[in-house]
């Protein structure tokens, strides 16, 4: 009988553990990790091109047979069948390289998970599982053959040194014979955005500079590293339970979909419900704590880095999406230089400093962007359409003025916007003596309270069902241990749960009267979403459609249900809005809301940035039952209905849509949409002449203004020559800035 195996360190040979310690204590370090991780990005970017790893990263995904765990003897189904159909990579002399690389990544992938356990002379559970498929293979099998197959296609000493290979260049992650480039790319083709909470252990001398990263906030680069989905085993391994002072215990944490990950867990020969993380992380927190021994221990939460965070630190080439997709020119006052709208390409037959790259992700990375906004205005003001940047020894590099804007893009500034508040500019009016400053989030801002309630998770366990479901979703009326009722409903997913508790916070900052929407858990951990029982409510729309007064109230928040594109509003039979104690009419179940329909398929580009909804919700052929509270309302009542959107910035949105939707892809399209859509509905009321969500707009320059070029100081504070209006760019960069992911 085989007993079952666990890869803690007193069960790995020496030189095994050794070499696994000395790789764990270089993990995240830039220097061994983020080369690696940045060609295999760039390699996955493109499509990784062998089918068969392709083929295989699909096998790992879909597998769903039972875990090793259940099992006494015997490796799980799953990665049973994957030795099978995989194995002939190894066997068959004749196999293509597809298929020896295919399996190379497989044999690699099982090699990391048994971490040196098993060679091939002991029973073990890989070992019985190695036998079998070569049997199979081949019609019949010997016990030596097992043991020289171990020999033949590696170790986890080989792993480990093909990796070191790849970072000192002498093995390429491209290679059809890179034993942990095979590994590498199939990780990368497997990962996803995890669903669940992950979790690293590890023991770091006290003097490594691993820590200093940590408590400095540098950027982390894990290059498919084991996470467990077991905290406590987190901690086991990060020695954490020990007093041993000369090491630091840290406990990495990635909260769910911040981060990608290969879950491993189907094909493991182990209970470790692991999963191998990779990509580059920020750190979001770190608690520093002792133990009963005084032994240090870091609790470190990271989530992967943005396109942009990796750009900007130099971590990713790849900026193209980063640029706008279509680059104005707008006709300028007379003496302006009108920009070239093509995107920047390097100048050729210019001469720069032999260490400055004439790249716009190069100037991104080595220059303030609010010195960047400044530069690029005078630059187009002055005529010259040239911007001097300083540069080592005190020297100075001229570059195009398309240079500087692509480098602002990648920033994040949205060049177009600026292009025209340039243009619209009257040139012979003096700038303002008072220095504008950028607009900051107050402490006592409601999006913070909002978000802190949004974010607290509730523990539904021991709720009683007492009451039957109401519309399409699975739910019904709950109540908890004190008696306190709740309409419960089971979300299609994480994300469908997110897009509703964002829908009903942003009515909240708006002051539109609405069901307030929670998260918690229940019994079997599925996240569900509540909200609190409506004391004394009716559901009593359709008698209310001819009382003036309680259609006044509900027309007040007209423009934020066209702005969130909750088509679903009223409800198909009038059950979307109730009445409470005070016969206020309340907005419940926004699941219709941004992202999603009512019956939870998404919206796709039906949600767009036009506001179509200002027409649809109020049109009795496209909408009868938002119409028929809608469809009287004035011009006039529909914009000031609108001006409630100038409560909310851009950075509030950018705020709430963060402090929500987990999705980092998701997030970011709801925040472009909702930007452009508030702006839209703005423009369509004449309000953004009302907007004072920036300090700064149409900001011009005296006529006695310097015209020469102005040279810009790169982070390091090498010396400026650039006049008192940094404030002012400061102020221009926050008002023409996009999303920051």
């Given at each position: 009988t085989v007993e079952m195996q666990t890869p803690l360190l007193d069960a790995i040979d020496p030189d095994d553990a050794e070499a696994i310690a000395r790789a764990n204590v270089d993990v995240a370090l830039v220097d061994t990790a983020s080369s690696v991780v940045s060609e295999l990005l760039e390699l996955n970017r493109s499509g990784e091109p062998n089918p068969k790893i392709v083929e295989l990263a699909a096998a790992i995904r879909n597998a769903k047979g039972a875990s090793a765990g259940s099992k006494d003897e015997k490796i799980s189904d799953d990665l049973q069948k994957l030795l099978d159909d995989y194995i002939g990579g190894a066997l068959d002399p004749d196999a293509s390289p597809e298929d020896k690389q295919a399996f190379q990544a497989l044999w690699a992938t099982i090699t990391a998970l048994d971490e040196g356990i098993s060679d091939g002379v002991e029973e073990t559970r890989l070992a019985l599982g190695v036998f079998d498929a070569i049997k199979k293979y081949n019609g019949s099998a010997e016990w030596p053959e097992?043991?020289?197959?171990?020999?033949?296609?590696?170790?986890?000493?080989?792993?480990?040194?093909?990796?070191?290979?790849?970072?000192?260049?002498?093995?390429?992650?491209?290679?059809?014979?890179?034993?942990?480039?095979?590994?590498?790319?199939?990780?990368?083709?497997?990962?996803?955005?995890?669903?669940?909470?992950?979790?690293?252990?590890?023991?770091?001398?006290?003097?490594?500079?691993?820590?200093?990263?940590?408590?400095?906030?540098?950027?982390?680069?894990?290059?498919?590293?084991?996470?467990?989905?077991?905290?406590?085993?987190?901690?086991?391994?990060?020695?954490?339970?020990?007093?041993?002072?000369?090491?630091?215990?840290?406990?990495?944490?990635?909260?769910?979909?911040?981060?990608?990950?290969?879950?491993?867990?189907?094909?493991?020969?182990?209970?470790?419900?692991?999963?191998?993380?990779?990509?580059?992380?920020?750190?979001?927190?770190?608690k520093e704590s002792k133990n009963s021994g005084g032994k240090t221990i870091l609790e470190v939460e990271i989530e992967t880095l943005s396109k942009r965070d990796a750009v900007l630190a130099g971590l990713d080439t790849d900026?193209?999406?980063?640029?706008?997709?279509?680059?104005?020119?707008?006709?300028?006052?007379?003496?302006?230089?009108?920009?070239?709208?093509?995107?920047?390409?390097?100048?050729?037959?210019?001469?720069?400093?032999?260490?400055?790259?004439?790249?716009?992700?190069?100037?991104?990375?080595?220059?303030?962007?609010d010195a960047l906004v400044e530069s690029f205005r005078a630059a187009i003001e002055d005529g010259s359409g040239e911007v001097i940047l300083d540069w080592d020894d005190?020297?100075?590099?001229?570059?195009?003025?398309?240079?500087?804007?692509?480098?602002?893009?990648?920033?994040?500034?949205?060049?177009?916007?600026?292009?025209?508040?340039?243009?619209?500019?009257?040139?012979?009016?003096?700038?303002?003596?008072?220095?504008?400053?950028?607009?900051?989030?107050?402490?006592?801002?409601?999006?913070?309270?909002?978000?802190?309630?949004?974010?607290?998770?509730?523990?539904?366990?021991?709720?009683?069902?007492?009451?039957?479901?109401?519309?399409?979703?699975?739910?019904?009326?709950?109540?908890?241990?004190?008696?306190?009722?709740?309409?419960?409903?089971?979300?299609?997913?994480d994300l469908h749960a997110e897009n509703e508790l964002l829908a009903a916070a942003l009515y909240k900052l708006l002051g539109i009267n609405a069901a307030e929407i929670r998260i918690?858990?229940?019994?079997?951990?599925?996240?569900?979403?509540?909200?609190?029982?409506?004391?004394?409510?009716?559901?009593?729309?359709?008698?209310?459609?001819n009382d003036p007064e309680y259609l006044a109230k509900l027309q007040e928040g007209f423009a934020i249900d066209a702005w969130l594109g909750n088509w679903d509003?009223?409800?198909?039979?009038?059950?979307?809005?109730?009445?409470?104690?005070?016969?206020?009419?309340?907005?419940?179940?926004?699941g219709g809301a941004l992202l999603f329909r009512a019956m939870g398929k998404p919206k796709g580009s039906?949600?767009?940035?036009?506001?179509?909804?200002?027409?649809?919700?109020?049109?009795?052929?496209?909408?009868?039952?938002?119409?028929?509270?809608f469809g009287?309302?004035?011009?006039?009542?529909?914009?000031?209905?609108?001006?409630?959107?100038?409560?909310?910035?851009?950075?509030?949105?950018?705020?709430?849509?963060?402090?929500?939707?987990?999705?980092?892809?998701?997030?970011?399209?709801?925040?472009?949409?909702?930007?452009?859509r508030r702006k839209f509905i703005l423009d369509r009321y004449d309000l953004l002449g009302e907007d004072s969500s920036t300090l700064v707009e149409n900001l011009d320059t005296s006529e006695e203004q310097d015209k020469d070029p102005e040279a810009v100081s790169t982070p390091e504070g090498k010396s400026v020559e650039i006049d008192n209006r940094l404030d002012t760019a400061r102020s221009w960069a926050e008002e023409y800035a996009l999303d920051e992911n």
């Open positions: 097992v043991q020289e197959f171990f020999k033949k296609n590696g170790t986890i000493n080989d792993l480990i040194r093909s990796k070191q290979a790849l970072v000192d260049g002498r093995e390429s992650i491209s290679s059809d014979t890179s034993f942990a480039g095979a590994f590498f790319r199939l990780m990368a083709e497997s990962s996803r955005y995890n669903q669940v909470s992950l979790y690293r252990g590890i023991q770091v001398p006290n003097d490594s500079p691993l820590l200093d990263k940590i408590k400095n906030g540098d950027v982390l680069t894990f290059d498919a590293r084991s996470f467990s989905m077991d905290q406590n085993l987190a901690r086991v391994f990060s020695g954490g339970l020990n007093s041993v002072k000369d090491k630091t215990a840290v406990v990495f944490t990635i909260r769910p979909n911040k981060g990608r990950s290969v879950d491993l867990n189907k094909i493991s020969p182990f209970e470790e419900q692991e999963h191998r993380v990779l990509g580059n992380f920020k750190i979001v927190a770190v900026y193209e999406n980063l640029l706008m997709e279509t680059n104005e020119s707008p006709e300028m006052p007379e003496g302006y230089h009108k920009i070239d709208p093509a995107r920047y390409e390097s100048r050729t037959d210019q001469e720069f400093p032999e260490d400055f790259e004439d790249k716009p992700d190069a100037v991104a990375r080595g220059y303030e962007r005190e020297k100075e590099v001229t570059v195009a003025v398309e240079l500087v804007r692509d480098a602002l893009q990648i920033q994040g500034i949205d060049t177009n916007e600026l292009l025209n508040d340039i243009a619209n500019a009257d040139p012979d009016a003096k700038a303002s003596d008072e220095k504008a400053e950028a607009v900051e989030q107050s402490a006592d801002n409601p999006v913070n309270s909002i978000l802190k309630e949004a974010n607290t998770e509730y523990d539904m366990q021991g709720w009683k069902k007492v009451g039957p479901q109401l519309g399409s979703n699975e739910g019904g009326f709950y109540e908890d241990a004190e008696g306190n009722r709740y309409y419960v409903k089971k979300p299609k997913s918690g858990t229940g019994e079997d951990g599925v996240k569900m979403t509540f909200s609190p029982d409506i004391i004394d409510s009716k559901q009593d729309l359709q008698e209310k459609l509003v009223a409800g198909l039979a009038f059950d979307n809005v109730m009445s409470d104690g005070d016969g206020n009419p309340v907005r419940v179940d926004p039906l949600f767009g940035n036009d506001v179509n909804e200002l027409d649809s919700l109020r049109d009795p052929n496209m909408n009868p039952q938002s119409a028929a509270i009287s309302m004035s011009e006039e009542q529909q914009k000031e209905s609108a001006r409630k959107l100038l409560a909310i910035s851009n950075d509030d949105i950018d705020s709430m849509v963060d402090g929500t939707i987990s999705d980092p892809e998701a997030a970011q399209e709801v925040k472009d949409k909702l930007k452009a």
